[in-house]
């Protein structure tokens, strides 16, 4: 059926609801006396409910037999799009084709009966198997109902979240449970992740719209699960059971429940949005994003449109990138101890004719990336770039941007790079994950470093082997170019603001580029030149929530408990009151909350309530 007709569902009338409440009654009294078998209870129960079911079949026949009798040209014309029925006359399937059939059948039961499957037998013979419709279903973790409604699963996340509350009570017993820093740990791994799972399909944000008092989104929910954060805030304080659940929230640090949730909804816009034009969701995933429709919003539409999230944007993770075993064209060298670090990094940049040291900044709300090229300990050339501002790319980035400038210096000489060739990087971070080929954030970058190397190696073998590579051109035979090993190209991590001259160049170029300076397009590698870098994926993470947390506190400052909280702490939301009872025991910390919030078991406190 495309339309449901204007009078379908309206059989209900208040006759009905004065059936529903003695029969309501009725159970309840019959439940009370379940274990007398002869009770009258239970046969007053069953008369109010065989009454009930008579007057539901007689209203609803009433209500289909005026429909059928004022039916009208457009409302022929809905019921010719209802597709053929199957119903039951007499236990005996039978189809419904004609409107008559089908109007008919719709009075009898406007929902449609099981499915029923047929199959001839060798005899001749039909074999009937009817299918009962499931009530719910559960498909990879989520429970579905037949009409597409998620009242099932809400109630399994309910249970899902108290169960597993009430499971970190059991080791968070004041007389000598976990220290409060460990219970948030485990609420925050372990509960959460079990009633948020899948929340980008379940779940939509909860909104308060301008000009409207009203809430949107699955607030239903989320007020069921505020006692649940509540208790589990509590557990983590020692709190007292009359202790309001934001100045729990507070001292936890644990975002309020809609505020949680908006964080899981945009980590999985992120995550869709980063998806290649390999993966399957990407075109649905992008032409939901696109725009806003006003009717039959799928989950997709719910979850760009709260998040503001532009998928042309994001960084693309690809889920291949090199060979497993691929060995980088250069080697890596990371001392454990700062001291050594440095000592080996002077006495590396003394020793090696050519030498690069590269740098990212984050600076003024901008990043930058900086090399430096010194040949000889003289500084010959430098590039810079900048990347954008901090919401939208990482220090990380830049730091990896920094390697591409300097390899992109090495290969613009044009002269042939003897003994070391060493590159300085003050990110060990940067440098490890330089041998690692596994997908993850700004990996594209990683892979512009290697084929930066490569492509360094190529030129110095082409300038190395000049005379060999145009004999070999003459005489029509292949040449091939080597990508390796042809010179001793090595990446040293270099202690940052250690008074190291080198590396104070390079950030103090990176913090003019953070500030929105680059070097000279045609000076830039390939990549850098016409479009911006997309947007990073922990950036914009970091950026929403920062915002939850600007929300939270505005919040926090409509309070009641406000005044009397902030005279103790003004830092309130953070974690400054998992800091402060760290080295406390259990009971000790519990005191400490207890009297923080004004719930403490004194006399005044115990009147209050009494």
């Known amino acids: ?49 065989r009454a009930m079911s008579d007057k539901i079949e007689e209203k609803r026949r009433e209500h289909w037999i005026e429909w059928l009798e004022n039916i009208d040209a457009r409302q022929i014309y809905t019921a010719n799009k209802v597709p053929d029925l199957r119903t039951k006359v007499d236990g005996i399937p039978k189809m419904a084709t004609t409107n008559g059939e089908k109007a008919e059948a719709l009075a009898e039961d406007p929902i449609p009966p099981d499915l029923t499957l047929s199959r001839r037998n060798p005899d001749g013979s039909t074999t009937l198997q009817i299918i009962e419709t499931a009530l719910t279903y559960k498909y990879l973790g989520v429970v579905f109902d037949p009409k597409l409604r998620w009242s099932a699963h809400y109630q399994k996340v309910i ?118 034009p390999s993966h399957p969701l990407h075109s649905p995933v992008r032409k939901a994003a696109r725009r806003q429709v006003k009717r039959h919003r799928s989950p997709l539409h719910n979850l760009f449109f709260l998040t503001g999230i532009d998928p042309t944007q994001i960084e693309t993770i690809a889920p291949t990138r090199r060979r497993p075993n691929y060995v980088p064209s250069f080697s890596t060298h990371i001392k454990g101890d700062k001291a050594i670090a440095l000592a080996e990094a002077n006495r590396i940049h003394r020793i090696a004719p050519t030498s690069v040291h590269c740098d990212g900044s984050g600076y003024e709300g901008g990043v930058g990336a900086s090399a430096v090229l010194f040949v000889n300990g003289i500084e010959k050339a430098s590039l810079k770039y900048h990347l954008g501002p901090i919401t939208k790319h990482t220090v990380y980035e830049a730091e990896i941007v920094g390697l591409t400038l300097g390899l992109h210096l090495l290969t613009s000489t044009s002269r042939q790079l003897h003994s070391i060739t060493a590159i300085g990087s003050d990110s060990q971070a940067t440098i490890k994950a330089l041998g690692n080929q596994k ?38 035979n292949s040449w091939t170019d080597r990508t390796r090993r042809v010179i001793d190209l090595q990446i040293h991590w270099t202690p940052g603001h250690v008074d190291f001259a080198p590396n104070e160049r390079a950030d103090e170029i990176a913090k003019i580029a953070a500030m929105g300076s680059s070097s000279p397009q045609l000076s830039l590698p390939v990549y850098l030149r016409h479009k911006p870098l997309p947007t990073s994926i922990p950036a914009i993470r970091q950026a929403y929530l920062s915002d939850l947390q600007k929300c939270w506190k505005q919040r926090w400052k409509k309070s009641p408990r406000y005044p009397a909280t902030h005279t103790i702490d003004k830092s309130l939301p953070s974690k400054k009151f998992l800091q402060l009872v760290k080295s406390l025991n259990r009971r000790q910390s519990a005191t400490v909350a207890q009297l923080r919030t004004g719930h403490s078991p004194l006399n005044q406190h115990l009147f209050r309530i009494h």
């Open 439 to 476: 997908p993850h954030p700004a990996h594209y970058l990683l892979d512009h470093v290697h084929t930066a190397a490569e492509k360094l190696h190529v030129k110095q073998d082409r300038i190395a082997r000049a005379d060999d590579r145009r004999a070999a051109i003459r005489r029509g």
């Open 1 to 49: 059926m495309k339309k449901l007709c204007p009078f379908s569902k309206r059989w209900w009338c208040p006759e009905l609801d004065g059936f529903k409440r003695p029969r309501s009654h009725a159970s309840n009294e019959m439940y009370k006396y379940r274990d007398i078998a002869d009770h009258p209870s239970k046969a007053e129960f069953k008369r109010l409910s």
């Open 159 to 276: 249970a899902s979240s108290t169960w597993w509350s009430f499971q970190v009570a059991r080791l968070s017993k004041i007389s000598g449970g976990m220290p409060p820093h460990r219970i948030r740990q485990l609420y925050n791994t372990v509960a959460v992740p079990a009633f948020t799972y899948a929340a980008d399909i379940w779940y939509t944000g909860v909104q308060n719209p301008p000009g409207s008092k009203k809430r949107t989104g699955s607030v239903a929910v989320t007020k069921k699960l505020v006692p649940v954060q509540r208790r589990a805030a509590k557990l983590v304080t020692g709190s007292l059971s009359t202790t309001a659940g934001d100045v729990l929230d507070a001292h936890t640090n644990l975002l309020p429940v809609d505020l949680l949730y908006h964080k899981i909804l945009q980590r999985a816009a992120a995550r869709l949005a980063s998806l290649p």
